[in-house]
DNA sequence: CTTACCATGTAAGGCGTTACATGATTCA
DNA sequence: TGAATCATGTAACGCCTTACATGGTAAG
C-alpha cells in the first residue's frame, strides 16, 4: 500500500498546469523532477492509456509538421484525484544511496577504495548543485508568477542538500586521512 | 543493470564481520543501514537460499533453549565476491521523496496543505536526528575500534543531512508565509 | 548526410513488498 | 495470561526498468 504507484499523481500533477504529451512528461520528469523522482517511457505510456480509461485525462490526436502527437489535458475528474492525493499524508520518503552502503559494508577494508568512491560522489554533488544554482538564479527574477513558487523551494532543498553532501564528504575524506 | 539488486551484496557485507541469522540480518537492516537502505524478509530469505547455491554462505542448524535457528556464515568465495562489487562503481545514487513531490505538483494549490507536509517532515526530521546524534555518542568512544569508524563516516552523513533538511523547514516555512 | 531530437508504444523479466502461515520462548 | 520477541519461510501481485521496434523532422 505504502509502494503503491504515484506516477499516475506525477502526470495529474504536470497536466495540471500545461498540456503535454506523454514524451514531454518525460522531459519534465528528467528536468526538474530529477532530484527527488523518476520514471522511464514504459512507465509513462501505459499510466496515460490507463488514466484516460478512467476518464482523468482526455487525448487529443495532432499533427503538427507532419509529426503525429498525442496531447493529454487533464480533466474535473481527475483534477479531483489529485486535490485528494495532494492533501492525503506523505507514506514514505526514502533514500538509497550505494555510495554509502560500499562504505558501511567495505568498512575500511580498503581505504583507498572508501576514498575514491566519496571522491566520485563529491563530484557528482559539486555538478548537480552547479546545475541547481543555475536553475535557482532562473526562477528568482519570476517568482512572482505562482507556478515558480514552489518549484523554487525544491531547488533549495537540493541546493542546501548537496552542499550539506560536500561539506561531509571533506570531512569523511580527512578523517579517512587520520585514521591511516 | 544499473537496477539490479544489492541484497546480496548486504547479506554478504553483514556476514564478513559476523554470523547471523536471517532474522538478525533484518534487524540489522532496520538499524544501521535504515538510513540509506531497506529490505524485507521476502527478500532476506530467498537471497540466503541463492547464495547458498552459489557457495558464497554457509549455513549451520543450531538449537538455542528449543528455538530453531540458522546461522549463515560468509566463504571464501563469498568474500571473493564482495570484495569484487566493492571496487566496482557506485551504479546509483537516489532519492525518492514524496513530499517534495507534493509540493511541487500541488503548485500551492492548497498552502496549508503544503505547510503541514512540511512541518510533519520537520517533525520526523528531528525525530531522526536525535537517534543519530545518540548513536553518534556511543561511537565515538568507540572509534579505536575499526569496524565502527565506517558505520560512524555513514552516521556524520545522515546528521548533517537532516541538520540540513530541517533548515530547509524553516526557510521554506518562512517563506510561505511571506506569500501568503 | 548524419546526428540529434521528436514521438509512441510493447514485452520480458526482475525486483521487492505485503500478507499469510506457523510456532516457540521470554517477560511483565 | 497475554504481549513482545525470536525465528523461518512462501505466494501473490504490483511496479518499473530495459530493450526492442518504428519512423518522421530539424539542424549542422
Redesign the pocket.
Known amino acids: 500500500?505504502?509502494?503503491?504507484?504515484?506516477?499516475d499523481q506525477v502526470i495529474l500533477g504536470l497536466l495540471s498546469h500545461e498540456n503535454l504529451?506523454?514524451?514531454?512528461i518525460?522531459?519534465r520528469i528528467d528536468g526538474a523532477l530529477k532530484f527527488f523522482w523518476?520514471?522511464?517511457?514504459?512507465?509513462i505510456?501505459?499510466?496515460?492509456?490507463q488514466l484516460e480509461d478512467e476518464g482523468k485525462v482526455m487525448?487529443e490526436y495532432q499533427l503538427?509538421?507532419?509529426?503525429?502527437?498525442?496531447?493529454y489535458s487533464i480533466t474535473t475528474k481527475g483534477r479531483d484525484s489529485l486535490r485528494q492525493w495532494l492533501v492525503n499524508p506523505v507514506e514514505k520518503d526514502e533514500l538509497r544511496y550505494e555510495t554509502l552502503l560500499k562504505l558501511y559494508l567495505g568498512n575500511g577494508a580498503d581505504m583507498e577504495t572508501a576514498r575514491v568512491h566519496i571522491k566520485g560522489f563529491e563530484e557528482k554533488c559539486i555538478h548537480e548543485l552547479g546545475v541547481l544554482r543555475m536553475y535557482e538564479y532562473n526562477l528568482k527574477n519570476n517568482l512572482n508568477e505562482e507556478d515558480h513558487k514552489y518549484y523554487y523551494l525544491t531547488v533549495r532543498f537540493g541546493i542546501r542538500t548537496y552542499e550539506a553532501y560536500i561539506e561531509w564528504c571533506d570531512e569523511a575524506l580527512k578523517q579517512i586521512d587520520m585514521w591511516k
Open positions: 500500500m505504502a509502494n503503491s504507484k504515484k506516477m504529451t506523454g514524451y514531454d518525460k522531459k523518476g520514471g522511464s517511457y514504459g512507465s505510456y501505459p499510466t496515460l492509456s487525448k503538427v509538421s507532419g509529426r503525429e502527437r498525442i496531447e
